[in-house]
């Protein structure tokens, strides 16, 4: 039996090869080393195999040559199949390239998981002109493909860098819930569900509970799923988003809008420094340049005189009159004339909601801001909130909500009340901006948007 085992110790390809992740192996050049991954692309020629191995670290471009390809696996290997991969790393030779200047001769190799071949086959690429609902369907294979994933790595890298700065600015990070029984942005987005037998909805915004945690922990964030039962389908709607919101105490307006173009300038540098997310934005979105400070700043009122002046006429094609909601295309043609991040400031009250502070200035008007980008328009919503008892119950009356459910919200105007502000910002929304994606729905893992919550 002792010698039975050595013969299989002496006969495992695998020993002496260093097990790795992919992204190492550049590092590993004249080392053995053993990979697992899925066959991103798979090229069979005479004498050679070409694979290019994905472990979701990096890609690895692998040589299978002489009895390698003459086992039974060989003859079974499509794209997407799990393999276990042998050999030495060595340079590519000058003038080739390959993932990280490095490639695998293989010396050993045996299929782990099989993929379907023929019409089931898949290589994580979907023909541009797929029908969307056959796309929408096969989003757990899509995720495979190198633009999806270059979507969320970026994505993870991005919430990395808010969460640095915001740590950097000693505002803490906080967990609100998500199943909720008052609304933040009106009723007609809701999302109702029974709880217990008693109505609950699930959150539009984390908002409330945002403030509610000031005296505690002073500024404070969160980065939540919120919900919005949006009754379109649109470029930038969907219905369950992640919403990276924050409320910053013993401020004033203009120290709002100065902390949001502050974050949002030194997330956009942290992710042009990151050497994975440099490579992202340029192939994804060549012409990008970050945006220059401070961000325009336009009154409400001289938005719409711009639009008059512009000839961006309202839907039913009259011109724009102050207390309009700026519609959604009209709002974006105006963006990608100017062509840079603004600061759209001071909408009318009328338009906002029950929390929002007035204007001193002029009272129906409020101290809130959106922020408007190319090819996206509103990545941003925030605003000033009321701090006086009085103000807020007029603010549940305007709008005619009841004030008991919001008990818990308006004792914060009781107990010690202070002037505060804060902002909530659509990650997806400021990822379509800055890899240029033409609707949100890309830069969510699994979107969710009116009749879709499959996969
Ligand atoms: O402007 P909104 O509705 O503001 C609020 O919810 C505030 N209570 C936030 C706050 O002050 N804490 O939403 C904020 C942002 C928008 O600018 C947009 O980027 C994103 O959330 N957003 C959506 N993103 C994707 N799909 C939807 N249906 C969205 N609705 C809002």
Redesign the pocket.
């Known amino acids: 039996r002792e010698e039975a085992q050595s013969i299989v110790l002496v006969d495992d390809p695998t020993k002496e090869a260093k097990r790795t992740k992919i992204f190492a192996v550049p590092e590993l050049v004249g080392s053995r080393v053993r990979v697992q991954g899925w066959v991103h692309r798979f090229r069979p020629q005479k004498t050679n195999y070409f694979l290019i191995v994905r472990d979701g670290t990096a890609m690895l471009q692998c040589i299978l040559t002489g009895d390698c390809i003459k086992t039974l696996d060989a003859l079974d290997l499509v794209t997407e199949s799990t393999v276990e991969v042998v050999g030495t790393i060595e340079k590519v030779k000058e003038g080739q390239t390959a993932p990280g200047g490095v490639e695998l001769i293989v010396d050993y190799w045996k299929i782990i998981g099989r993929a379907p071949g023929g019409a089931d086959a898949f290589d994580g690429r979907l023909q541009p002109d797929t029908d969307a609902s056959i796309r929408a369907d096969l989003r757990h294979l899509e995720l495979r493909g190198e633009i999806a994933t270059s979507v969320m790595r970026v994505r993870a890298l991005l919430l990395r860098a808010f969460r640095e700065r915001f740590h950097a600015r000693r505002v803490t990070e906080v967990t609100p819930p998500c199943m909720v029984q008052t609304s ?2 009106g009723g007609s ?1 809701l999302f109702e569900f029974d709880y217990y037998g008693a109505k609950a909805y699930l959150t ?4 409330l509970y ?1 403030e509610t945690a000031l005296p505690s922990l002073g500024d404070v964030y969160c980065i939540q799923e ?1 919900f ?1 039962a ?1 009754k379109s389908l649109t470029r ?4 369950e ?1 992640t ?1 990276l ?3 910053l105490v013993f401020i004033e307006f203009k120290d709002l809008l100065d902390h949001i173009e502050g974050m949002i300038c030194e997330v956009v540098d942290i992710l042009l420094a990151d050497p994975v997310s440099a490579e992202i934005i340029k192939t994804l979105n060549p012409d990008f340049v970050p945006p220059q400070r401070p961000f325009m700043r336009l009154d409400y009122r001289d938005a719409i005189k711009y639009l008059n002046e512009h000839g961006i006429l309202k839907e039913d094609g009259s011109d724009h009159v102050i207390g309009d909601d700026i519609a959604e295309a009209a709002e974006r043609k105006m963006t990608d004339q100017i062509g840079r991040p603004i600061m759209l400031i001071h909408f009318p009250k009328a338009l906002k ?1 029950f929390y929002m502070k007035a204007l001193e200035s002029a009272p129906d008007f409020t101290e809130s801001v ?2 408007l980008v190319p090819g996206v328009g ?6 000033m909130r009321i701090a006086d008892l009085e103000e807020l119950m007029a603010g549940y009356r305007r709008e005619g909500i009841p004030h008991e459910p919001y008990y818990w919200f308006t004792d914060q105007r009781k107990y010690g009340t202070t002037e505060h502000g ?5 990650v ?3 990822l379509a901006w800055m890899l240029k994606r033409y609707t ?1 729905r890309e830069c969510s893992l699994y979107p969710r948007w009116m009749g879709r919550a499959t996969p």
Do not use: I, K, N
Not at 378 to 383: K, L, N, P, Q, T
Not at 422 to 426: A, K, T
């Open positions: 933040v942005e987005t539009q915004s984390s908002q945002l919120s919005r949006e930038r709607h969907l219905s988003y919403h919101e924050a409320e909601s959106d922020v509103e990545v941003v919503g925030g605003s804060g902002y909530g910002l659509g997806e929304r400021f949100v």
